[in-house]
């Protein structure tokens, strides 16, 4: 029976092991009695110990709180609160690939010390100051000899397959891991892959005969059938390389996408450029903020204006080689405080799963201290028919304080590319407008015209902060 006053996450009731929980703004997750042999093993065998060392889990420390679930419970830990929770759909090809790397070689590290990881669920893997991290810490099991990986399956779902798809077809395919949070089903992974994706070993073992064993084994008692079937460790570890070497093989090249380049045909002079980083340098020392979300960030260009300050900061992009180049540099410089997700802000990721409550929306993860919208207007109001009134609404939900805000005129060579191959409609867009409807949730704090353009920058803060 469940306790009062706790709250249960929306996306941690499948596992019988146990499940996190809030209680007075603190996150904790319940240990269940059920899971109390592989929990004790997990730090008999040293690999709890292993991977804190190595950074591949997140760490927790036992809690003397009272449980959510006292009759179920075993023992109630409090693992790191991460500052924000990604989604597969949201990242980048480098990303699931990681990831999904991530996974492999930790259930390599679990092997040798007795365990395997029961599930590979994409969404147990999230990035903290730079690097994929695993954050479900009841995800180990013991291992027996002669047993197979059950969760084979799972992972070829929900990181092979994509990372397949978006290597093969077409980069976008990563979003059908928004229609299938289980993973993209292997027979339809099958279907979409290009014959010659069957003459690369690994694809065909780990999709095509996998799909098709699946598809002949589905309904029939598995179990009985292979109960005399044994799996050597050997050949364990053998399947596990294996999937390691058919991952690092598959590669996306970032280029061809409408902004992939921006800032090499920007319309911006060098000039100009440097003096809004300037203004939105100096809008952040004044305003101390503790977070930001930059909406259409690109390659991060101005996020790392804040992220260069310590402030944990989020790069938004529709963008996907925008966002992998960008993901790309913060590796390369091993950056912390920068996290690039792909995000279409006119249709921003949804509250998903089981009663809508297994994946966060957007709005729900939110909303930062501060928000940049960066010469993104025209996109939303000319390119999306977006209101202005409308945009205002939004970025007030998704900023509890600040607004930097960069309106961009239809005298700027970028809005008339927008209108030169369309009816001009938008009798309403001008700054006037746009500060009348701002106005209706912001207050204007200061505005900065941009050197050698026609642009203007504005710093506002929210009303109802």
């Given at each position: 029976?469940?306790?009062?006053?706790?709250?249960?996450?929306?996306?941690?009731?499948?596992?019988?092991?146990?499940?996190?929980?809030?209680?007075?703004?603190?996150?904790?997750?319940?240990?269940?009695?059920?899971?109390?042999?592989?929990?004790?093993?997990?730090?008999?065998?040293?690999?709890?110990?292993?991977?804190?060392?190595?950074?591949?889990?997140?760490?927790?420390?036992?809690?003397?709180?009272?449980?959510?679930?006292?009759?179920?419970?075993?023992?109630?830990?409090?693992?790191?609160?991460?500052?924000?929770?990604?989604?597969?759909?949201?990242?980048?090809?480098?990303?699931?690939?990681?990831?999904?790397?991530?996974?492999?070689?930790?259930?390599?590290?679990?092997?040798?010390?007795?365990?395997?990881?029961?599930?590979?669920?994409?969404?147990?893997?999230?990035?903290?100051?730079?690097?994929?991290?695993?954050?479900?810490?009841?995800?180990?099991?013991?291992?027996?000899?002669?047993?197979?990986?059950?969760?084979?399956?799972?992972?070829?779902?929900?990181?092979?397959?994509?990372?397949?798809?978006?290597?093969?077809?077409?980069?976008?395919?990563?979003?059908?891991?928004?229609?299938?949070?289980?993973?993209?089903?292997?027979?339809?992974?099958?279907?979409?892959l290009p014959p010659s994706s069957r003459l690369n070993l690994g694809l065909l073992t780990h999709i095509h005969l996998h799909a098709r064993a699946h598809i002949r084994y589905a309904g029939k008692d598995v179990k009985s059938a292979h109960k005399n079937r044994r799996m050597s460790r050997e050949?364990?570890?053998?399947?596990?390389?294996?999937?390691?070497?058919?991952?690092?093989?598959?590669?996306?090249?970032?280029?061809?996408?409408?902004?992939?380049?921006?800032?090499?045909?920007?319309?911006?002079?060098?000039?100009?450029?440097?003096?809004?980083?300037?203004?939105?340098?100096?809008w952040m020392k004044r305003t101390s903020a503790s977070s930001v979300w930059d909406l259409g960030a690109n390659n991060g260009e101005f996020s790392r204006i804040a992220s260069q300050l310590e402030i944990p900061t989020i790069a938004f992009d529709i963008d996907p080689a925008a966002v992998e180049?960008?993901?790309?540099?913060?590796?390369?410089?091993?950056?912390?405080?920068?996290?690039?997700?792909?995000?279409?802000?006119?249709?921003?990721?949804?509250?998903?799963?089981?009663?809508?409550?297994?994946?966060?929306?957007?709005?729900?993860?939110?909303?930062?201290?501060?928000?940049?919208?960066?010469?993104?207007?025209?996109?939303?109001?000319?390119?999306?028919?977006?209101?202005?009134?409308?945009?205002?609404?939004?970025?007030?939900?998704?900023?509890?304080?600040?607004?930097?805000?960069?309106?961009?005129?239809?005298?700027?060579?970028?809005?008339?590319?927008?209108?030169?191959?369309?009816?001009?409609?938008?009798?309403?867009?001008?700054?006037?407008?746009?500060?009348?409807?701002?106005?209706?949730?912001?207050?204007?704090?200061?505005?900065?015209?941009?050197?050698?353009?026609?642009?203007?920058?504005?710093?506002?803060?929210?009303?109802?902060?």
């Amino acid at each position: 029976m469940m306790i009062k006053n706790r709250e249960l996450l929306g996306g941690s009731f499948r596992d019988p092991s146990g499940f996190l929980f809030t209680y007075e703004g603190v996150l904790y997750r319940q240990v269940n009695q059920i899971y109390k042999q592989d929990y004790d093993l997990l730090f008999a065998s040293g690999l709890y110990e292993k991977l804190a060392e190595k950074r591949l889990l997140v760490s927790h420390t036992e809690a003397d709180v009272e449980a959510a679930d006292p009759e179920t419970v075993y023992k109630v830990i409090q693992p790191k609160r991460l500052p924000f929770i990604s989604h597969p759909y949201e990242w980048c090809f480098s990303q699931i690939k990681d990831a999904a790397l991530t996974t492999l070689r930790i259930q390599k590290i679990a092997l040798r010390h007795g365990m395997s990881l029961k599930d590979a669920s994409a969404y147990n893997i999230q990035f903290h100051q730079g690097k994929p991290l695993l954050v479900d810490t009841l995800s180990f099991e013991t291992h027996r000899d002669g047993e197979p990986w059950t969760a084979y399956r799972q992972f070829c779902q929900h990181f092979l397959a994509p990372l397949a798809l978006m290597a093969k077809r077409d980069v976008r395919l990563s979003q059908l891991l928004r229609v299938y949070i289980d993973g993209i089903p292997l027979d339809l992974a099958s279907r979409l892959l290009p014959p010659s994706s069957r003459l690369n070993l690994g694809l065909l073992t780990h999709i095509h005969l996998h799909a098709r064993a699946h598809i002949r084994y589905a309904g029939k008692d598995v179990k009985s059938a292979h109960k005399n079937r044994r799996m050597s460790r050997e050949s364990l570890l053998a399947l596990i390389e294996h999937l390691e070497g058919t991952v690092k093989k598959l590669e996306w090249n970032p280029a061809g996408t409408e902004w992939a380049e921006y800032y090499s045909i920007t319309n911006y002079s060098n000039a100009a450029f440097d003096h809004k980083k300037e203004i939105i340098a100096q809008w952040m020392k004044r305003t101390s903020a503790s977070s930001v979300w930059d909406l259409g960030a690109n390659n991060g260009e101005f996020s790392r204006i804040a992220s260069q300050l310590e402030i944990p900061t989020i790069a938004f992009d529709i963008d996907p080689a925008a966002v992998e180049k960008n993901y790309r540099k913060i590796k390369q410089n091993k950056e912390t405080n920068l996290l690039p997700l792909l995000l279409d802000l006119t249709n921003p990721s949804p509250a998903l799963g089981w009663d809508n409550q297994e994946r966060t929306s957007l709005l729900e993860r939110g909303p930062a201290e501060m928000v940049f919208s960066l010469a993104l207007i025209h996109h939303l109001a000319i390119s999306n028919n977006v209101p202005l009134e409308r945009i205002a609404k939004f970025m007030s939900r998704v900023t509890s304080k600040w607004l930097i805000i960069e309106f961009v005129p239809k005298s700027d060579s970028q809005v008339k590319k927008l209108l030169a191959n369309r009816q001009d409609i938008f009798d309403h867009y001008d700054q006037h407008e746009f500060e009348r409807s701002f106005n209706l949730f912001f207050t204007i704090q200061e505005k900065s015209a941009i050197r050698e353009s026609d642009r203007t920058v504005y710093l506002m803060k929210n009303e109802s902060a």
